[in-house]
């Protein structure tokens, strides 16, 4: 499985823990915040809206906040902070490379939070563009199998502009480009088949495999970054066997 499909597989799995700890509710709330703000407060006309208020239902972000997010974006309610996305590359243990994306009101403190993070858990800094080549923009949708096979996903949205769709374990992973991600959605919707999450993130195009330590060694990289409050999103070009996970798991 490569880093992308795995993280998100893993992300899954966390959700309700980070939910606990509010951190996954900030997170989501923030995006509906920026998407309303960039392309408009009406969900039917701005897909990335849409896709950002779909994910924060499924992760149970109650109602009253998705509300009051949407204000806070669309200008009717004061108190939006002024969000700005930066992008951050760095290398993890093993010569993993990785793609932190930022939404944060206060540019130095996030780059000092994805510094320590990095520095503490046998990571490094890297020059802008020393990692990001590495990696495709691309749009993804995350689908529970219940029961369906692979051929039934793909029944749906070949036609759509689906490129691959990737057994996650508990899910699949459906691949497009990100012009043909509403496409996708919609096709998964007409078809009658519920979706996790959807949205366009960047993918690995060369992986680096890990042994059992090595794989500990990155997860806690990510784990470190994922509490960081300023940290939306974190991609890693690794691969892991299923055997090797299989232990991890188990421990």
């Known amino acids: 499985m490569s880093g992308h499909s795995k993280w998100a597989t893993t992300k899954h799995k966390k959700a309700a823990i980070d939910a606990k700890r509010g951190k996954l509710f900030a997170r989501l709330i923030k995006n509906i915040e920026v998407a309303a703000r960039t392309g408009g407060g009406d969900p039917s006309g701005n897909p990335t809206l849409f896709d950002a208020i779909q994910k924060a239902k499924k992760n149970s972000v ?9 204000k806070r974006g669309s200008g009717l309610e004061a108190g939006g902070a002024d969000w700005q996305t930066i992008m951050y590359e760095g290398y993890g243990p093993n010569g ?14 996030a780059a000092t939070e994805v510094r320590t993070a990095l520095t503490r858990n046998g990571g490094t800094f890297a020059d802008a563009g020393s ?15 219940d029961g369906q096979t ?4 793909l029944m ?7 490129e691959e769709c990737n057994d996650l374990g508990e899910s699949f992973e459906i691949v497009s480009e990100p012009g043909a991600l509403v496409a996708v959605r919609q096709a998964l919707q007409a078809a009658g088949i519920d979706y ?3 949205e366009s993130t960047f ?10 330590d090595g794989a500990r060694k990155v997860f806690k990289l990510i784990d470190a970054l994922d509490d960081c409050d300023d940290i939306q999103n974190v991609v890693a070009n690794f691969d892991i066997s299923d055997e090797v996970m299989a232990k991890l798991d188990a421990e």
């Open 62 to 70: 109650p109602n009253d906040n998705i509300d009051r997010a949407l």
């Open 150 to 153: 692979e051929d039934d996903i």
């Open 156 to 162: 749906a949205v070949l036609d759509a502009g689906a």
């Open 203 to 212: 993918v690995p195009s060369v992986n680096v495999p890990l042994d059992e």
């Open 131 to 145: 990692v990001s080549y590495m990696f495709t923009r691309k749009g993804v949708v995350i689908v529970p199998k």
């Open 196 to 198: 996790d999450s959807a």
């Open 96 to 109: 993993v490379a990785v793609l932190i994306e930022c939404l944060t009101d206060n540019r130095n403190r």
